[in-house]
T-cell receptor, first 116, second 114 residues
Framework: GAGVSQSPSNKVTEKGKDVELRCDPISGHTALYWYRQSLGQGLEFLIYFQGNSAPDKSGLPSDRFSAERTGGSVSTLTIQRTQQEDSAVYLC??????????????FGPGTRLTVL | AQTVTQSQPEMSVQEAETVTLSCTYDTSESDYYLFWYKQPPSRQMILVIRQEAYKQQNATENRFSVNFQKAAKSFSLKISDSQLGDAAMYFCAYGTGTASKLTFGTGTRLQVTL
């Protein structure tokens, strides 16, 4: 079956512009996560969606960052008024999220965002 | 707050040899999970192995095994019979059933030489 897909693969934008990053999770997975990976760093949690519950937004670094998940499937991460420090790889992951067990998260290939 | 530390930014191993990557973590939880993920140049994070903290037996997946020392909060990854395809960044990660996110270390870059 298909894995997690993300688009675009690469995005170059100018400082101050808005960008939208898309994630298509594995079919049937109810949990969806966004992480940010800055150069030479580990992954930093941004936001988590689980079914119809309110998302966990505790990792969003500022109010310029927002995300939505439509119909419990596709998710879009939006960064408004991009800054150079937003340059990073943005990774999306999904998991079945059965019960309270920490399921394995399956990652997409990421979107590399470069803000000039 | 939970933290994950990988103290080896880079490691090198010869093909067919064995290498061990280190990871330590800090937590006050008793029920948690630990993971090793591999990230090749393609950027795709691939699960290598996972360990449930309540299990005393160390997890093993083919050439990959872990040494889980719960009291010491240590979770090292051993790669046996290293292959060129093992060259990648390796990330240690921590998660709990009550928390949605994974906490990652900063990674170890593994180079495999002939």
């Amino acid at each position: 079956g298909a894995g997690v897909s993300q688009s675009p693969s690469n995005k170059v934008t100018e400082k101050g512009k808005d960008v939208e990053l898309r994630c298509d999770p594995i079919s049937g997975h109810t949990a969806l996560y966004w992480y940010r990976q800055s150069l030479g760093q580990g992954l930093e949690f941004l936001i988590y969606f689980q079914g119809n519950s309110a998302p966990d937004k505790s990792g969003l670094p500022s109010d310029r960052f927002s995300a939505e998940r439509t119909g419990g499937s596709v998710s879009t991460l939006t960064i408004q008024r991009t800054q150079q420090e937003d340059s990073a790889v943005y990774l999306c992951a999904s998991s079945p999220r059965r019960g309270r067990t920490t399921d394995t998260q399956y990652f997409g290939p990421g979107t590399r965002l470069t803000v000039l | 707050a939970q933290t994950v530390t990988q103290s080896q930014p880079e490691m090198s191993v010869q093909e067919a040899e064995t290498v061990t990557l280190s990871c330590t973590y800090d937590t006050s939880e008793s029920d948690y999970y630990l993971f090793w993920y591999k990230q090749p140049p393609s950027r795709q994070m691939i699960l290598v192995i996972r360990q449930e903290a309540y299990k005393q037996q160390n997890a093993t997946e083919n050439r990959f095994s872990v040494n889980f020392q719960k009291a010491a909060k240590s979770f090292s990854l051993k790669i046996s019979d290293s292959q060129l395809g093992d060259a990648a960044m390796y990330f240690c990660a921590y998660g709990t059933g009550t928390a949605s996110k994974l906490t990652f270390g900063t990674g170890t870059r593994l180079q495999v030489t002939l």
